[in-house]
């Protein structure tokens, strides 16, 4: 594909490839992200006139992109202050977001990320899974030890306000990655 110019989107499963498609992905979001002038331009120009203007200078800098995936259902999410701090630290390009999509019945992807080096984008990417799979864990457990207090009449409410606490630094996301977050969960139940 070295001689190839139009849009190749490559989709890989940890270092495996997995799929290989001739065409722009997440409806040219990359492409925008790329920041890339002079390709924008020659595609908004394809689209005006149908034509493809051959140009030299629209070779662009790879960049990666990763999908952040969960093993279990995901209840809270990491505020999207911190992940803006997370984000930057490991620079990150421009374009993250949470994004939820299924991957079978007892797993989810949750967040995805552009990064122009592979290797750092790999390790931002296990950060970043680790810390909603503590976050979730700690969730969970807490939700399994304040019923449990309850039921043997125990101190429950240090669990309680953990899990309120919990909840509300999720609801610092905006309604509709909390609303996409809550849909995306149907598939854990049905």
Known sequence: ???????????????????VGMRFARSGMY????????????????????????????????????????????FCLIPQHVIDVIMKTFGSMKFYEYYFEPTGKSSTVFFQFLHKDFETGMKLKVIIERLMLFVNLTFLLSCVLMVGCYIFKLPYKPFMA??????????????????????HQKQFIL
Not at 45 to 55: A, D, G, Y
């Open 31 to 74: 492409i925008e992200s790329s920041e890339h002038k002079p390709l924008i331009e020659a595609i908004n120009n394809m689209w005006e006139t149908k034509t493809w203007m051959v140009r030299e200078d629209l070779k662009i800098q790879p960049f990666y992109t990763f999908k952040c995936w969960s093993p279990i259902p995901v």
């Open 1 to 19: 594909m070295s001689e190839y110019t139009g849009p190749l989107n490559v989709q890989y499963r940890d270092t495996t490839i997995i799929e």
């Open 162 to 183: 953990i899990i309120i606490g919990m909840i509300f630094l999720s609801a610092d996301n905006s309604l509709n990655i909390i609303y996409t977050q809550i849909t």
